[in-house]
């Protein structure tokens, strides 16, 4: 038996555990650079906020209803997401942290359990120790543990839990499912299904076995047999190194010039490289990009990308900044206002599943760690930013966040304040 | 249960490299203890939380206007416990004294007539936050 544990409104809910008196009233949490809406209350969804919602366009709603505006607060949300993950361990042996505001648990080996009082217990102890809402759907598969858990948001009723292994309960709640909805169902397949006339998960499930295995190959047979109650996604308690890396942002203002915008692709390069080389990897392919800003219509429009490979795996913080300035360069045009750029890292091996080439240097790839390796001991100590390449100029360009709540869990300066009235 | 036995040829001489220091062995070697402060202070680390005391109406209760309060989530409010309450859209530190009709919370400042007990009614707007369970001040 699996557990889903998803965290309501994660962002959204996190906004609230220092300020109650926002229980119940529209919240909204805004992208980096206060751009778009990523998290929203219930109250703030029910006034038609979409997630990604640029907030000039929602404005307006946003000042009518008094909607209670955060730019995004990292700090707290990661130190809450780990709170929360330490409460879900004390009722599983382990635990599968899938995303910052999700988590499965492993139940199997507790069938003696009420699961569906279970269910309620461990939303019911997320809230009172943590303050976050939080559903848990219990199910004899992933998929269907998800569902679960989707439930719990719709019906209040269900006190946050929800066990769902019944077939006929299963069947029941697969027909009214929408099929886009189910974990694992890409925009791709939704297309093909909903030309085939397939709505729910209950029609999914009707599909043969081989028109599964044909249109959508083993993840989508695999969902299917997982919708069935049949357990096919393995439980992964280790956290994979990541596959690849993003470090982008969108600016306060736009940039037209090219050593301004290459300064700042040297700066998410050389945070890439950091994330790189904490997991241990190396990259052998690194995109970067930069775009204009999409809203502003009547401005000329430029999204242009560029890939650098290296024929030698590398996580080299030289290497790779001064291989993005160069790309950055070669990819800059001028008469665009730049909004938005990045460094994607594309293509990641780990280290100790490299071979190296016959061609390299050694000494000099010898002189390259060791000042790797500095520059992280220098980061580690004096924290990030302590030292920098001159690509780098001064730094990332702060990004706007005018509605930032305090690091309340984080900063000692920022504790909240408790008066004696 | 037989003992597994170790064949004779998994055994293999080996010369340390180096030099063995003979000297007299620390007794203290395999003895690492030391006092951690934040398990005496943190019970639950994923309910605990802290908070600065801005005001004086606690400090008969040794809570001071600058100290922080350990706050932790996970325990139950009992009858007279000190508590980080929310009433009517304020956070505010108090003595709770818990009866049949409601709460009631107490200030702990007995020279500072300003400070009377707040009864909690149905219509305040009330939530116990969190049960305190530490002071920390500055000597």
């Known amino acids: 038996?699996?557990?889903?544990?998803?965290?309501?409104?994660?962002?959204?809910?996190?906004?609230?555990?220092?300020?109650?008196?926002?229980?119940?009233?529209?919240?909204?949490?805004?992208?980096?650079?206060?751009?778009?809406?990523?998290?929203?209350?219930?109250?703030?969804?029910?006034?038609?906020?979409?997630?990604?919602?640029?907030?000039?366009?929602?404005?307006?709603?946003?000042?009518?209803?008094?909607?209670?505006?955060?730019?995004?607060?990292?700090?707290?949300?990661?130190?809450?997401?780990?709170?929360?993950?330490?409460?879900?361990?004390?009722?599983?042996?382990?635990?599968?942290?899938?995303?910052?505001?999700?988590?499965?648990?492993?139940?199997?080996?507790?069938?003696?359990?009420?699961?569906?009082?279970?269910?309620?217990?461990?939303?019911?102890?997320?809230?009172?120790?943590?303050?976050?809402?939080?559903?848990?759907?219990?199910?004899?598969?992933?998929?269907?543990?998800?569902?679960?858990?989707?439930?719990?948001?719709?019906?209040?009723?269900?006190?946050?839990?929800?066990?769902?292994?019944?077939?006929?309960?299963?069947?029941?709640?697969?027909?009214?499912?929408?099929?886009?909805?189910?974990?694992?169902?890409?925009?791709?397949?939704?297309?093909?299904?909903?030309?085939?006339?397939?709505?729910?998960?209950?029609?999914?499930?009707?599909?043969?076995?081989?028109?599964?295995?044909?249109?959508?190959?083993?993840?989508?047979?695999?969902?299917?047999?997982?919708?069935?109650?049949?357990?096919?996604?393995e439980f992964e308690d280790l956290v994979e190194p990541k596959q690849s890396i993003c470090v982008s942002r969108s600016f306060a203002h736009e940039i037209e010039a090219m050593p301004e915008l290459c300064e700042q692709v040297a700066n998410f390069a050389e945070s890439a490289v950091q994330k790189l080389r904490r997991q241990q990897s190396l990259a052998l392919e690194m995109v970067v990009f930069a775009s204009t800003n999409r809203f502003k219509e009547s401005t000329p429009q430029t999204s242009a990308g560029l890939c650098v490979p290296f024929i030698d795996a590398t996580a080299d913080h030289r290497t790779l900044v001064l291989a993005a300035v160069d790309a950055c360069r070669k990819l800059w045009r001028p008469g665009f206002g730049y909004k938005r750029a990045g460094v994607i890292i594309t293509k990641i091996v780990q280290e100790a599943d490299f071979v190296r080439s016959l061609w390299e240097d050694d000494g000099a790839a010898q002189r390259e760690s060791r000042l790797s390796q500095s520059i992280d001991n220098i980061t580690k100590a004096f924290g990030p930013g302590a030292i920098r390449f001159g690509a780098q100029g001064d730094g990332i360009v702060k990004a706007a966040r005018d509605h930032q709540s305090p690091h309340y869990t984080t900063r000692w300066e920022d504790l909240p304040k408790v008066t004696g009235k | 249960m037989q003992p597994h036995p170790i064949p004779e040829s998994g055994l293999q001489e080996f010369s340390f490299l180096g030099e063995v220091k003979a000297g007299f062995p620390s007794p203290a070697e395999d003895v690492r203890e030391r006092l951690d402060l934040v398990k005496l202070l943190v019970r639950h680390s994923a309910s605990t939380f802290f908070f600065r005391v801005d005001g004086v109406s606690m400090v008969d209760a040794d809570m001071d206007e600058g100290d922080i309060i350990i706050v932790d989530r996970a325990l139950d409010p009992y009858n007279g416990c000190k508590a980080v309450c929310f009433i009517d859209g304020e956070y505010t530190v108090k003595r709770v004294e818990i009866g049949a009709d409601g709460a009631v919370l107490l200030p702990c400042n007995a020279k500072n007539k300003r400070y009377k007990p707040i009864p909690v009614?149905?219509?305040?707007?009330?939530?116990?936050?969190?049960?305190?369970?530490?002071?920390?001040?500055?000597a």
């Open chain 1, 1 to 233: 038996m699996y557990a889903l544990a998803d965290c309501n409104n994660f962002f959204a809910s996190c906004e609230r555990v220092f300020r109650p008196e926002l229980n119940g009233k529209p919240v909204i949490v805004l992208s980096n650079n206060d751009g778009c809406a990523v998290a929203r209350s219930n109250e703030a969804k029910a006034l038609g906020i979409k997630m990604g919602d640029p907030y000039f366009k929602i404005r307006d709603i946003v000042e009518r209803n008094g909607v209670a505006v955060f730019s995004g607060n990292f700090p707290l949300y990661g130190d809450m997401s780990r709170r929360v993950q330490e409460v879900l361990r004390s009722f599983a042996p382990s635990v599968e942290q899938y995303s910052i505001d999700e988590a499965f648990l492993d139940l199997s080996g507790m069938d003696n359990i009420d699961f569906d009082t279970y269910a309620k217990r461990i939303s019911a102890t997320c809230l009172k120790w943590t303050a976050i809402p939080v559903s848990v759907g219990i199910a004899p598969t992933k998929t269907l543990a998800k569902i679960a858990s989707k439930l719990c948001k719709q019906y209040p009723r269900l006190q946050g839990g929800c066990y769902l292994h019944r077939p006929r309960d299963i069947e029941k709640v697969l027909r009214k499912f929408p099929v886009g909805d189910v974990w694992g169902i890409g925009r791709r397949s939704l297309k093909k299904l909903e030309q085939m006339g397939v709505r729910s998960a209950w029609d999914y499930v009707q599909l043969s076995e081989t028109t599964v295995r044909k249109l959508f190959f083993q993840p989508g047979f695999h969902t299917w047999k997982e919708l069935q109650g049949i357990p096919c996604i």
């Open chain 2, 121 to 138: 009614g149905p219509d305040n707007q009330f939530l116990i936050w969190g049960v305190v369970t530490w002071v920390i001040k500055k």
